[in-house]
């Protein structure tokens, strides 16, 4: 066992608060263009487990890759082991439902019956309107997670954030979790105004934010880790370590680095920190907001 395996082991209920489980079929998966060979095919439970025994991970939120209830209900047997590639280490699961559809209420119904459903998330990044996150339908079906204890995941890209702003501001009370630090344009080196924004989102106390993705918004094949830490110093201190949850957006990062790899280099990112704060961002916050 290394030394960071040997640090990982006394972090309890070490979280991965953000990967993708599915059965690949083309038609169903239309975002997977011809440049990510390296994920046209299954991840399964059992591609994953070895990989989080590896890194002592204890417990992961798998979250949604299709608008499918198809694949919500599926994720749900799959953590709920109702099916023979159950795994308990799945401890919560953020699916999909049309947020927006006028029959939105009697979905949610019937998916509140699962015990381990923790959230939504809708494919805002890929919505054609840019102001999709505002509209009426969908910000009335947002209202219905009120006080049900369920987190909204955010899916954007930084253009999104300036109406991202506002669409918060409009559930002050609705617990949300920032997916992939908003997706900053690490590939052409920007930061602003990604940070200036990240630093009004964190303003609101009702928002945590997923360390993940990272990797896959710099280059792939010419990333380094010195290019990926001026983003990680900005979610650092707008949101500190007790809003921000360690994820591997695995299999997704595959098409830039290794699960392991991907570790290594939040371990190195949060060896400075306490022990309070790592346990934070390893899983404690993740099974804080999640209800785990």
């Given amino acids: 066992m290394t030394q960071d395996m040997q640090s990982a082991s006394h972090i309890p209920h070490r979280i991965d608060a953000h990967h993708h489980l599915w059965r ?76 927006a559809g006028a029959d939105f209420q ?9 015990k381990k459903l923790r959230g939504l998330r809708h494919v805002i990044q890929d919505e054609a309107d840019d102001q999709f996150i505002l509209s009426p ?43 992939h630090c908003a997706k ?22 009702n928002v945590s934010c997923k360390l993940s993705g990272l990797v896959t918004e710099a280059d792939w094949q010419q990333w380094t880790p010195a290019i990926l830490e001026p983003y990680w110093r900005v979610v650092l201190d707008a949101f ?3 809003r921000l949850l360690f994820g ?12 392991q790899r991907w570790m290594d280099i939040v371990t190195e990112w949060v060896a400075p920190l306490s022990q309070s704060e790592k346990e934070a961002i390893w899983g404690l916050t993740a099974s804080l907001v999640y209800s785990l």
């Fill in 24 to 99: 690949y079929r083309p038609d169903d998966f239309g975002w997977i263009n011809e440049h990510m060979g390296t994920i046209r095919r299954d991840f399964l439970t059992h591609d994953l487990k070895p990989l989080l025994d590896s890194a002592g991970i204890s417990g992961t939120i798998a979250v949604q890759a299709r608008q499918s209830l198809e694949e919500t209900h599926w994720l749900l047997q799959l953590a709920d082991g109702d099916t023979s590639a159950g795994s308990a280490w799945i401890k919560g699961v953020v699916g999909w439902a049309p947020i």
């Fill in 106 to 114: 009697e979905t949610f119904a019937n998916l509140r019956r699962y």
């Fill in 137 to 179: 339908a969908f910000n009335r079906g947002i209202r219905m997670l009120r006080d049900t204890g369920l987190v909204y995941d955010i899916l954007i890209h930084a253009r999104h954030l300036p109406q991202t702003l506002r669409f918060v501001d409009m559930h002050p009370d609705q617990p949300f979790v920032l997916d």
């Fill in 240 to 242: 500190g370590p007790t």
């Fill in 184 to 205: 900053p344009p690490i590939a052409v080196g920007l930061l602003e105004p990604w940070a200036t924004h990240m630093r009004e989102l964190a303003k609101r106390p």
């Fill in 248 to 259: 591997s957006d695995w299999p997704v990062a595959l098409l830039a680095a290794s699960y």
